[in-house]
């Protein structure tokens, strides 16, 4: 019973993820890519302060949920797996703190933004997040090192059967999710000039908490 309500967690992890995002990725019509790495967009001095901090604190409830997915998953392997069960506990680990940093350097740099550029200061709006976003990178990166890691772990473990789950399951992970959307922004740009964006691979790692309700089935 712990088990099944670890992974509704997670998957509610992931939902509420998403909605996180959506508060920061919907940025609306004619928004442009600004800046000497094209890391500014230009719609951020439209939206209220408001929604990145809702964005950081859904997110932060949303990625602790996730944890419990995970922790699903190791229970589920730990009895005939335990070597595999551990390094699922390290990556999934490392892979929710990584998601709520990544979020967080995201939500913080129109933060920044907004507030020089009401000093109407746009070069030195780009010169800080500049600065900032070479500070950022390398944890930005590991992070999603961690993350790809931890899909692959978890895609072993139903390849290999450690996970009594349908093969099909091995879908269901943060990076096919990512695909999709990209695909679809590709396909009807016009559609989704916004999002999916980073929505679907919320709903993706939220998708490790499903995968332990189908293995529980």
Same mark, same amino acid.
């Given at each position: 019973?712990m088990n099944l309500?670890?992974?509704?967690?997670?998957m509610?992890?992931?939902?509420?993820c998403? +909605?996180?995002d959506?508060?920061?990725d919907l940025?609306?019509? $004619? !928004?442009?890519k600004?800046g000497t790495?094209g !890391?500014i967009?230009?719609?951020?001095?439209?939206?209220p302060?408001?929604?990145f901090s809702?964005?950081?604190?859904?997110?932060?409830?949303g990625d602790a949920?996730?944890?419990?997915?995970?922790?699903?998953?190791?229970n589920?392997l730990l009895?005939?797996?335990?070597?595999?069960?551990? +390094?699922v506990?390290?990556?999934?680990y490392?892979?929710?703190i990584?998601?709520f940093f990544?979020?967080?350097?995201?939500?913080?740099?129109?933060i920044i933004? #907004?507030?020089i550029? =009401?000093?109407g200061?746009f =070069?030195?709006?780009?010169?800080?997040? =500049? #600065?900032?976003?070479k500070?950022?990178?390398?944890?930005?990166?590991?992070?999603y090192?961690?993350?790809l890691a931890?899909a +692959?772990?978890v895609?072993?473990?139903?390849?290999?059967?450690?996970? =009594? +789950?349908? #093969?099909?399951?091995v879908?269901?992970?943060?990076?096919?999710?990512?695909?999709? $959307?990209?695909g679809?922004?590709?396909a009807k740009?016009?559609?989704f000039?916004d999002?999916?964006?980073?929505?679907?691979?919320?709903?993706?790692?939220?998708?490790f908490?499903?995968i332990?309700?189908?293995?529980?089935l």
């Amino acid at each position: 019973m712990m088990n099944l309500i670890f992974s509704i967690l997670g998957m509610t992890g992931g939902i509420l993820c998403a +909605v996180g995002d959506i508060l920061f990725d919907l940025k609306g019509k $004619g !928004n442009k890519k600004l800046g000497t790495s094209g !890391n500014i967009d230009s719609n951020w001095s439209k939206m209220p302060y408001w929604r990145f901090s809702a964005s950081i604190w859904v997110a932060f409830v949303g990625d602790a949920l996730l944890g419990f997915g995970f922790l699903s998953l190791v229970n589920l392997l730990l009895p005939e797996h335990a070597g595999l069960a551990g +390094v699922v506990a390290v990556c999934g680990y490392m892979s929710v703190i990584a998601g709520f940093f990544v979020h967080s350097v995201l939500c913080i740099q129109p933060i920044i933004y #907004k507030r020089i550029m =009401e000093e109407g200061q746009f =070069e030195l709006a780009d010169a800080v997040l =500049e #600065k900032y976003y070479k500070a950022v990178l390398p944890p930005f990166l590991i992070g999603y090192g961690f993350i790809l890691a931890a899909a +692959v772990c978890v895609i072993i473990a139903i390849l290999t059967g450690a996970l =009594e +789950v349908p #093969k099909w399951c091995v879908l269901l992970n943060p990076f096919v999710f990512l695909l999709i $959307g990209v695909g679809l922004r590709k396909a009807k740009p016009n559609v989704f000039y916004d999002l999916p964006g980073i929505v679907l691979p919320s709903l993706g790692m939220g998708m490790f908490g499903l995968i332990g309700m189908i293995a529980l089935l």
